[in-house]
């Protein structure tokens, strides 16, 4: 008997159901007709529609007795890791434990099985705030755990290979010639020249559509201001720290910076409203992170420093994000969150797109209230059984995506090829420490940069490895290079390595 038809189901859909069994939770299989009353008992239940379309089934969307606008954004959050047994008369229990579902959307396969994820809209942010703390990590079936996060819609757009010498106007106008709902261009001055840009921008849009259709009308090839082949990708959103912690922030993000502006300069500038309230300063490149002793003080300085001049620079000046490990899910699906391809499963895009990790490196692991905060969790690693006959397909390491690298050495060898750098060349040195040890460091060459302010890069410890030696040199030229590219996410979810590394040790330059 087939799956009884569902508002904008296809026929083919309902073919493929006439053969489809599922297990329930207890373990028990479930007939298409068994799955098919259960959807429409819950949808007499609920008062709910339900419709499939393109590729996804949506509940709600509105509820029942709905008026006035959609939920704003925050209210939605992405569901990884679903039994693909699994359906709505089972997800919708579990989710409506957190509050009010305004609509549900389960993603499905041409053969009726689900996808594995979902996106669940609730009425109010602070619901999904508490779908996320309570169903995150939950066991939905014996052994099946869920994984759940903030979504939301990507409305912003990487561009790259921009000629540096192009003003914010510029770009905005040109952006708006050939694409619609255009809102703003942010534009960073370079590094060492501010009267230049920094060769990228990201484009604000009105809204996702918007910036999806923008994003296809720029495809290489098919435009070229000013006579050049740009890069157009899916910029990284800024992460979402929940509100309860960010109050307890006390540190500040500053951008901008003159390279020549040193540590003790930024602390007497930012110690100027108030003597004392600094507790200290790290400086990375052209940003930094300034500690304070109390939130207030944070909080004031950023409002009397933001726009201010230091050594000829205007500086920038927000409230630091911690790196927290539940919201730590990266922009992946098209613009939608999803689990960070860097440190998580890698699940399904839902278009061609691959999400470039662009953004402002206020993420960089800070301490909160004296303590780190919690780190992302690593890169999966799994073995798989090679099974006799299975195809293999020869590929090259630099059509992979980054969730595929595990380590920094390679994550710079990708970058510079993504730039059309000449590979990192790595010169490795010794000394001896006073207690006899031989400690080693390497100095990471980029030549494709040689004519900048600094080609190389050399980090400020030791290690008695080879192997550490090159992955703390390779995090630390990402490190000094990621304003520029935005590979401060690779770096903030291994700060913590160079400070819980036993075997490397501080040097004086």
């Not at 066991?139 to 755990?145: A, D, L, S």
């Amino acid at each position: 008997m087939p799956w009884p038809r569902l508002p904008g189901d296809s026929a083919v859909a309902d073919m493929h159901e006439e053969n489809k069994t599922a297990a329930n939770g207890c373990g028990k299989i479930r007939s298409g007709a068994q799955n098919g009353a259960a959807l429409l008992a819950l949808m007499e239940k609920t008062g709910y529609s339900m419709v499939q379309q393109n590729g996804q089934r949506k509940f709600g969307g509105p509820p029942p007795g709905w008026e006035g606008p959609p939920p704003p954004r925050g209210c939605e959050v992405f569901v990884g890791k679903i039994p693909r047994d699994m359906y709505e008369d089972e997800l919708v229990p579990v989710f409506e434990r957190a509050g009010k579902i305004y609509e549900l959307r389960l993603m499905m396969e041409f053969s009726g099985e689900n996808r594995g994820y979902a996106f669940v809209m609730y009425t109010t942010k602070e619901e999904a705030q508490l779908a996320i703390k309570i169903l995150n990590n939950y066991e939905i079936r014996p052994g099946k755990f869920i994984g759940v996060c903030v979504s939301l819609d990507n409305c912003r757009l990487f561009i790259g290979a921009i000629p540096k010498d192009k003003k914010k106007e510029e770009i905005l106008n040109e952006m708006k010639k050939v694409t619609e709902g255009v809102v703003d261009v942010i534009v960073y001055p370079n590094a060492t020249d501010k009267t230049k840009n920094r060769g990228f921008a990201f484009v604000e849009y009105e809204s996702h559509r918007a910036a999806a259709m923008a994003r296809r009308r720029l495809i290489p090839g098919t435009f070229q201001p000013w006579g050049h082949t740009i890069q157009v990708d899916w910029a990284d959103p800024e992460k979402v720290v929940d509100e309860e912690t960010m109050q307890r922030v006390k540190v500040l993000y500053v951008r901008n910076l003159m390279i020549s502006t040193t540590e003790d300069k930024i602390k007497a500038e930012f110690n100027k409203f108030k003597p004392g309230v600094v507790e200290r300063v790290k400086k990375l490149r052209d940003y930094a992170f300034v500690h304070f002793f109390h939130r207030e003080d944070a909080v004031a300085a950023m409002s009397v420093m933001n726009g201010k001049c230091i050594d000829g620079a205007s500086i920038e000046v927000t409230l630091a994000k911690p790196v927290n490990k539940e919201s730590s899910w990266k922009q992946h699906f098209n613009g939608q969150i999803s689990p960070s391809s860097e440190n998580l499963l890698g699940f399904p895009n839902k278009e061609d797109g691959t999400q470039k990790s662009l953004g402002k490196p206020a993420s960089l692991s800070v301490r909160l209230n004296g303590q780190h905060s919690p780190g992302s969790p690593e890169v999966e690693r799994s073995t798989y059984p090679f099974f006799p006959g299975i195809k293999l397909t020869p590929i090259s390491m630099y059509s992979l995506k980054l969730n595929h690298f595990s380590s920094a050495v390679m994550h710079l060898d990708y970058f510079c090829h993504k730039n059309s750098w000449a590979p990192p060349e790595y010169c490795l040195y010794s000394t001896t420490s006073q207690d006899g040890k031989i400690l080693l460091v390497y100095r990471v060459l980029i030549s494709s940069i040689a004519d900048d302010s600094q080609s190389y890069f050399m980090p400020e410890k030791l290690c008695t490895t080879v192997e550490d030696a090159k992955e703390l040199a390779a995090q630390f030229t990402l490190l000094h290079l990621a304003p520029e590219q935005a590979y401060i996410t690779l770096l903030s979810l291994n700060a913590a390595w160079w400070d819980s590394k036993a075997n490397c040790t501080p040097y004086l330059a």
